[in-house]
């Protein structure tokens, strides 16, 4: 087992207010790991500064040799660390090919909007990049709904869609910012299978996530934040029975049968 990702004594504040509290962490190559903990226990900060979004006030975040910490998102990106947002941020007046298509911007090195544009003049390399979103919609089950206008598509399918774009940018490691909310169980339990799919198929994955189902069936390794503090870190027999995790967070949210 080896790490991954390796974060030291990381701390984001806010005016007054500290978010990430000299959190460390390491997301190992063989384990699905979650992040959990209460509303504004900095979960997404902690997102945000891994995928540099936010920059932490101090701490490394060590990747493949390299501290990431003050590197830009798209410096980030290229070195194969992907993210999606808790609220989904697809182009809703935009095709589902289409929005497939902006996740391989990365490799364009054009940005997002720019290679929306420019369409016309690079149609080789548009051809190509509709290649690769077709496969990446054929990987999420969403092919078949490929020339549909997004905001037709149900909310589970715009969250596999929301997959295949982050698909596209050929993660490494991809950050999943709470992928079940909002979806039903059967979609939940879709969810799952493509999560563990694409870690089959190689690609870490660290969610931060509040459905207890999801995090239980599909992840090795819990890290439970509380005010911005590491509270505790294990598997998810050990997580779920910790006296201080059930006091700060799961209370009656999971129990077991
Ligand atoms: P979580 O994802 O665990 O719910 P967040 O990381 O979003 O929590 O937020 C952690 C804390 O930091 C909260 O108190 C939140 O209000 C605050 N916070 C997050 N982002 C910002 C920001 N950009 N500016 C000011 N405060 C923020
Ligand atoms: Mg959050």
Do not use: W
């Not at 040799?65 to 989904?88: H, S, W, Y």
């Not at 909002?182 to 190689?202: A, C, H, Q, W, Y």
Request: net charge neutral; aromatic share 6%.
């Amino acid at each position: 087992m080896a790490n991954v990702l390796e974060i030291r004594n990381l701390t984001k504040t806010f005016g007054g207010l500290t978010a990430v509290d000299n959190f460390s962490m390491d997301i190992t190559d063989c384990q699905i790991h979650a992040l959990i903990g209460p509303n504004g226990s900095g979960k997404t900060t902690t997102i945000n500064m891994i995928s540099g979004v936010l920059t932490a006030d101090s701490g490394t975040i060590n990747y493949q040799g390299k501290d990431i910490r003050t590197m830009t998102t798209d410096e980030i990106a290229k070195l194969g660390i992907v993210r999606t947002f808790q609220n989904i941020k697809l182009f809703p007046s935009l095709s589902v090919l289409e929005n497939a298509m902006v996740g391989g911007h990365v490799f364009t090195g054009v940005n997002m909007f720019q290679s929306l544009f420019n369409f016309r003049k690079r149609a080789r390399e548009e051809r190509e990049l509709r290649e690769r979103a077709c496969a990446a919609l054929k990987y999420v089950g969403c092919y078949e709904l490929r020339d549909e206008n997004v905001s037709n598509l149900p909310y589970g399918k715009q969250k596999m869609l929301e997959l295949a774009r982050a698909m596209m940018a050929s993660p490494k490691l991809l950050l999943l910012d709470e992928p079940a909310a909002g979806l039903n169980p059967t979609e939940r339990m879709e969810l799952v299978s493509m999560l563990e799919k694409i870690f089959d198929d190689g690609v870490k994955l660290f969610l931060v996530e509040h459905n207890m189902d999801v995090v239980m069936n599909l992840c090795h390794q819990i890290t439970v934040l509380s005010f911005g503090k590491k509270i505790a870190e294990g598997s998810p027999k050990e997580t779920q029975e910790h006296p201080e995790v059930i006091k700060a967070y799961l209370g009656d949210r999971y129990k077991k049968v």
